[in-house]
């Protein structure tokens, strides 16, 4: 069902080097029930090849992407945190990807201090959220 391919989709990331190609985005994105488009997929890749390879601090390079990919696919919210734990290994260089940020995603350091309304990729704040995620999933 939807849990098991969205477990899927979280193990396939653990279990491969964290590098990225249109066909393996193709595969999470089937896997996390989202349409397939192969030029919007071919575009994903290079954002992710300059996020990655600047010189951000990691946790902001996660930031950048996740919230890149809500402002160009609302609904795709689960492959921008997937995309975030992808892009923290490659700007960290760590041989596998681990799902930290997914785990914390619905946590304390996502939710609003005065609304307690959940921050989400691109909202103010994010960035800040990102970076207590990473220290509370440690």
Known sequence: GPAGA??????????????????????????????????????LCTEIEDVAGSQRPAPFAAAAIAAHVVAIRPDAELLAWWLADLVLAQSLRWPLPLPLLMTQAFGPAFRGEASGKRIRPGDKNFERAVCVALVQAA
């Open 6 to 43: 969205i477990f899927g989709a979280w193990r396939q990331l653990a279990l491969q080097p964290p590098a990225v190609s249109a066909d393996r985005l193709a595969k999470v994105t089937e896997m996390l029930g989202l349409a397939r488009d192969d030029e919007a997929l071919a575009d």
